[in-house]
């Protein structure tokens, strides 16, 4: 890794440092004072978690419509990686997490990711079933873009049966970039 790169991910780690030091000094029991800092304490309760879970990446489906059956046939979509995160429920039965994962992006190069998730739970016939809906903001960095850091702030949805999930993103693009639907397992444990 080229000095350059390695001088952005020191920057890109000191602002993150510097933007999540004031999670880590909230404390569970305060009364939020407004948005920010419900926001603040929801991540450092989050943080604080003792709940553990695996990301396995299953697949990367590029949009058949947005790419030619040549490109299709150049990408990977076996992304063969691994990532771990520490998760919550909160008192509204939402998930909450922390988590970084790396996997083999389209081109077969090592994409990282880190991030926070957030997803509104339904148990639309109780028990241990559930669906969700929500977002994940986070860093990710690429080979094509000279793994210089790039924000993603991505949608998410997932299927559960009790400690296992199926969770999926959508990254959206133009006519070949992007467009990519992005599946992995999740194993809480």
Not at 63 to 73: L, T
Not at 147 to 163: A, K, T
């Amino acid at each position: 890794m080229s000095s350059t790169v390695v001088a952005r991910w020191v920057v890109l780690g000191a602002l993150g440092g510097a933007l999540l030091a004031p999670c880590a000094w909230a404390e569970e029991g305060a009364v939020p004072a407004g948005w920010w800092s419900r926001t603040k304490d929801t991540m450092a309760m989050t943080w604080a978690s003792q709940q553990y879970e695996l990301y396995v990446p299953l697949n990367a489906w590029h949009n058949r419509s947005k790419y030619s059956a040549e490109k299709i046939a150049g990408y990977n979509e076996d992304p063969w990686g691994l990532g771990i995160g520490k998760y919550r429920y909160d008192a509204d039965g939402d998930w909450h997490a922390w988590y970084a994962m790396a996997f083999l992006d389209s081109h077969k190069d090592v994409e990282p990711i880190a991030g926070y998730g957030f997803q509104k739970m339904w148990r639309p016939w109780g028990g241990d079933f559930r669906l969700g809906a929500g977002f994940t903001a986070g860093v990710t960095a690429r080979k094509d873009y000279d793994y210089i850091p790039l924000p993603v702030i991505l949608p998410l949805l997932s299927v559960e049966y009790g400690r296992f999930a199926l969770q999926t993103t959508y990254i959206p693009g133009s006519s070949g970039n992007g467009n990519v639907l992005f599946t992995w397992a999740r194993w809480q444990f």
